[in-house]
T-cell receptor, first 119, second 114 residues
Protein backbone atom coordinates (compact mmCIF):
# COMPACT_ATOMS: atom_id res chain seq x y z
CA UNK A 1 0.00 0.00 0.00
CA UNK A 2 2.72 2.49 0.96
CA UNK A 3 4.91 3.98 -1.76
CA UNK A 4 7.67 5.14 0.53
CA UNK A 5 11.15 3.71 0.22
CA UNK A 6 14.23 3.78 2.38
CA UNK A 7 17.76 2.81 1.46
CA UNK A 8 19.88 1.16 2.57
CA UNK A 9 17.97 -1.40 4.66
CA UNK A 10 21.08 -2.19 6.69
CA UNK A 11 24.30 -0.22 7.13
CA UNK A 12 27.41 -1.04 9.14
CA UNK A 13 30.06 1.66 9.21
CA UNK A 14 33.03 2.81 11.21
CA UNK A 15 33.14 5.74 13.61
CA UNK A 16 33.71 9.12 12.00
CA UNK A 17 32.21 8.28 8.62
CA UNK A 18 29.71 10.53 6.91
CA UNK A 19 26.50 8.78 5.89
CA UNK A 20 23.23 9.67 4.20
CA UNK A 21 20.05 7.68 4.68
CA UNK A 22 17.71 7.99 1.73
CA UNK A 23 13.93 8.31 1.86
CA UNK A 24 11.64 8.78 -1.12
CA UNK A 25 7.87 8.75 -1.55
CA UNK A 26 5.86 8.79 -4.74
CA UNK A 27 2.53 9.84 -3.20
CA UNK A 28 3.08 13.61 -3.48
CA UNK A 29 2.86 14.09 0.29
CA UNK A 30 3.93 17.41 1.77
CA UNK A 31 4.58 16.19 5.29
CA UNK A 32 7.49 13.86 5.95
CA UNK A 33 9.15 12.67 9.13
CA UNK A 34 12.23 10.89 10.44
CA UNK A 35 11.91 8.75 13.55
CA UNK A 36 14.53 6.92 15.59
CA UNK A 37 13.60 3.66 17.29
CA UNK A 38 15.65 1.50 19.65
CA UNK A 39 14.58 -2.11 20.44
CA UNK A 40 11.55 -2.25 22.72
CA UNK A 41 11.26 1.52 22.84
CA UNK A 42 8.86 4.04 21.37
CA UNK A 43 9.52 5.97 18.17
CA UNK A 44 11.12 9.35 18.71
CA UNK A 45 10.68 12.17 16.21
CA UNK A 46 14.04 13.62 15.16
CA UNK A 47 13.14 15.71 12.09
CA UNK A 48 10.10 16.72 10.08
CA UNK A 49 9.23 18.72 6.99
CA UNK A 50 6.05 20.35 5.78
CA UNK A 51 7.20 20.75 2.22
CA UNK A 52 10.04 21.85 -0.02
CA UNK A 53 12.66 23.96 1.79
CA UNK A 54 10.88 23.38 5.12
CA UNK A 55 12.68 21.35 7.80
CA UNK A 56 12.39 21.36 11.60
CA UNK A 57 14.00 19.48 14.46
CA UNK A 58 11.83 17.06 16.36
CA UNK A 59 11.52 16.15 20.02
CA UNK A 60 14.67 14.07 20.30
CA UNK A 61 17.97 15.86 20.05
CA UNK A 62 19.88 14.53 17.09
CA UNK A 63 23.21 15.33 15.51
CA UNK A 64 21.78 14.53 12.11
CA UNK A 65 20.59 17.00 9.50
CA UNK A 66 17.94 16.77 6.80
CA UNK A 67 17.09 18.53 3.55
CA UNK A 68 13.95 18.82 1.44
CA UNK A 69 14.88 20.09 -2.01
CA UNK A 70 12.20 18.02 -3.74
CA UNK A 71 8.78 16.97 -2.47
CA UNK A 72 9.49 13.28 -2.92
CA UNK A 73 12.94 13.18 -1.33
CA UNK A 74 13.86 13.65 2.34
CA UNK A 75 17.41 12.43 3.06
CA UNK A 76 18.99 12.34 6.52
CA UNK A 77 22.73 12.92 6.95
CA UNK A 78 25.16 12.17 9.76
CA UNK A 79 28.39 14.12 9.25
CA UNK A 80 30.42 11.98 11.64
CA UNK A 81 28.83 8.75 12.83
CA UNK A 82 29.39 7.50 16.38
CA UNK A 83 28.44 4.23 18.14
CA UNK A 84 25.68 6.16 19.98
CA UNK A 85 23.99 6.64 16.58
CA UNK A 86 23.38 2.90 16.30
CA UNK A 87 19.61 2.54 15.94
CA UNK A 88 16.77 1.96 13.52
CA UNK A 89 15.76 5.01 11.49
CA UNK A 90 12.23 5.17 10.10
CA UNK A 91 10.99 7.61 7.49
CA UNK A 92 7.29 8.42 7.17
CA UNK A 93 4.95 10.63 5.20
CA UNK A 94 1.42 11.86 5.84
CA UNK A 95 -1.50 12.08 3.41
CA UNK A 96 -2.73 15.30 5.04
CA UNK A 97 -1.78 18.52 3.30
CA UNK A 98 -0.30 21.27 5.45
CA UNK A 99 -3.14 23.63 4.53
CA UNK A 100 -5.84 21.09 5.42
CA UNK A 101 -7.76 21.50 8.67
CA UNK A 102 -7.10 18.83 11.34
CA UNK A 103 -8.35 15.64 9.75
CA UNK A 104 -9.51 12.54 11.50
CA UNK A 105 -8.54 10.27 8.65
CA UNK A 106 -4.94 11.35 8.34
CA UNK A 107 -2.76 8.34 7.68
CA UNK A 108 0.93 7.97 8.29
CA UNK A 109 2.88 5.76 5.90
CA UNK A 110 6.21 4.32 7.03
CA UNK A 111 9.17 3.07 5.09
CA UNK A 112 10.80 -0.24 5.98
CA UNK A 113 13.52 1.47 7.94
CA UNK A 114 17.31 1.58 7.93
CA UNK A 115 19.10 -0.39 10.64
CA UNK A 116 22.32 1.52 11.31
CA UNK A 117 25.25 0.03 13.23
CA UNK A 118 28.27 2.22 13.96
CA UNK A 119 31.34 0.33 15.11
CA UNK B 1 3.26 15.12 30.55
CA UNK B 2 1.45 13.43 27.69
CA UNK B 3 2.07 9.70 27.72
CA UNK B 4 0.92 6.49 26.11
CA UNK B 5 1.30 3.31 28.13
CA UNK B 6 0.80 -0.15 26.71
CA UNK B 7 0.35 -3.50 28.39
CA UNK B 8 1.43 -6.18 28.49
CA UNK B 9 4.96 -5.52 27.32
CA UNK B 10 5.04 -8.96 25.70
CA UNK B 11 2.57 -11.76 25.17
CA UNK B 12 2.80 -15.34 23.92
CA UNK B 13 -0.31 -17.16 22.71
CA UNK B 14 -1.07 -20.30 20.76
CA UNK B 15 -2.27 -20.15 17.18
CA UNK B 16 -6.03 -19.87 16.95
CA UNK B 17 -6.46 -18.21 20.33
CA UNK B 18 -7.77 -14.68 20.92
CA UNK B 19 -5.93 -11.94 22.76
CA UNK B 20 -6.43 -8.35 23.89
CA UNK B 21 -3.81 -5.64 24.09
CA UNK B 22 -4.26 -2.52 26.23
CA UNK B 23 -3.40 1.12 25.75
CA UNK B 24 -3.86 3.90 28.34
CA UNK B 25 -3.11 7.50 27.49
CA UNK B 26 -2.99 10.92 29.08
CA UNK B 27 -2.74 12.94 25.87
CA UNK B 28 -4.90 16.04 25.89
CA UNK B 29 -6.60 17.52 23.98
CA UNK B 30 -7.30 14.23 22.24
CA UNK B 31 -7.69 14.00 18.47
CA UNK B 32 -7.43 10.37 17.48
CA UNK B 33 -5.93 7.03 18.45
CA UNK B 34 -4.25 4.62 16.06
CA UNK B 35 -3.04 1.06 16.29
CA UNK B 36 -0.09 0.00 14.18
CA UNK B 37 1.43 -3.41 13.50
CA UNK B 38 5.20 -3.51 13.18
CA UNK B 39 6.92 -6.65 11.94
CA UNK B 40 10.51 -7.17 13.06
CA UNK B 41 12.86 -4.97 11.07
CA UNK B 42 10.04 -3.23 9.20
CA UNK B 43 8.14 0.02 9.46
CA UNK B 44 4.77 0.21 11.25
CA UNK B 45 1.61 -0.40 9.22
CA UNK B 46 -1.72 1.19 10.18
CA UNK B 47 -4.47 -1.12 11.47
CA UNK B 48 -7.14 1.29 12.75
CA UNK B 49 -7.74 4.98 13.40
CA UNK B 50 -10.42 6.11 15.87
CA UNK B 51 -11.67 9.56 16.74
CA UNK B 52 -13.33 10.81 19.92
CA UNK B 53 -16.79 9.84 18.72
CA UNK B 54 -15.92 6.27 17.74
CA UNK B 55 -15.82 3.52 20.33
CA UNK B 56 -15.10 0.53 18.12
CA UNK B 57 -13.56 -0.14 14.74
CA UNK B 58 -12.70 -3.39 13.02
CA UNK B 59 -10.18 -4.38 10.39
CA UNK B 60 -10.58 -8.06 9.61
CA UNK B 61 -9.61 -10.05 12.69
CA UNK B 62 -8.51 -6.88 14.49
CA UNK B 63 -11.05 -4.93 16.56
CA UNK B 64 -10.08 -1.77 18.39
CA UNK B 65 -12.15 -0.14 21.11
CA UNK B 66 -11.88 3.33 22.59
CA UNK B 67 -13.22 4.77 25.83
CA UNK B 68 -12.42 8.46 25.61
CA UNK B 69 -13.79 9.08 29.12
CA UNK B 70 -11.34 6.73 30.81
CA UNK B 71 -8.68 7.31 28.12
CA UNK B 72 -8.30 3.63 27.40
CA UNK B 73 -8.14 1.61 24.21
CA UNK B 74 -7.83 -2.06 23.47
CA UNK B 75 -6.93 -4.09 20.41
CA UNK B 76 -8.56 -7.50 20.21
CA UNK B 77 -7.15 -10.11 17.86
CA UNK B 78 -9.43 -12.99 16.98
CA UNK B 79 -8.30 -16.46 15.89
CA UNK B 80 -4.63 -15.55 15.93
CA UNK B 81 -2.31 -16.64 13.13
CA UNK B 82 1.44 -17.09 13.05
CA UNK B 83 1.67 -13.97 10.89
CA UNK B 84 0.19 -11.94 13.74
CA UNK B 85 3.55 -12.20 15.52
CA UNK B 86 4.71 -8.58 15.65
CA UNK B 87 4.86 -5.50 17.82
CA UNK B 88 1.56 -3.63 18.16
CA UNK B 89 1.95 0.08 18.76
CA UNK B 90 -0.65 2.48 20.12
CA UNK B 91 -0.29 6.07 18.85
CA UNK B 92 -2.32 9.02 20.12
CA UNK B 93 -2.60 12.35 18.33
CA UNK B 94 -3.41 15.62 20.03
CA UNK B 95 -5.18 18.58 18.48
CA UNK B 96 -3.27 21.23 20.35
CA UNK B 97 -1.90 22.44 17.05
CA UNK B 98 -3.03 22.22 13.46
CA UNK B 99 -0.31 19.69 12.84
CA UNK B 100 -1.40 17.04 15.35
CA UNK B 101 1.54 15.84 17.39
CA UNK B 102 1.86 12.06 17.71
CA UNK B 103 2.63 10.23 20.95
CA UNK B 104 3.88 6.66 20.60
CA UNK B 105 3.62 3.78 23.04
CA UNK B 106 6.46 1.29 23.38
CA UNK B 107 4.39 -1.47 21.87
CA UNK B 108 3.28 -4.95 22.90
CA UNK B 109 5.42 -7.71 21.44
CA UNK B 110 3.05 -10.52 20.45
CA UNK B 111 4.36 -13.99 19.65
CA UNK B 112 2.01 -16.61 18.22
CA UNK B 113 3.18 -20.21 18.58
CA UNK B 114 1.95 -23.09 16.44
Amino acid sequence: EADIYQTPRYLVIGTGKKITLECSQTMGHDKMYWYQQDPGMELHLIHYSYGVNSTEKGDLSSESTVSRIRTEHFPLTLESARPSHTSQYLCASSNRQVTDPPATNEKLFFGSGTQLSVL
Amino acid sequence: KNQVEQSPQSLIILEGKNCTLQCNYTVSPFSNLRWYKQDTGRGPVSLTIMTFSENTKSNGRYTATLDADTKQSSLHITASQLSDSASYICVVSDRGSTLGRLYFGRGTQLTVWP
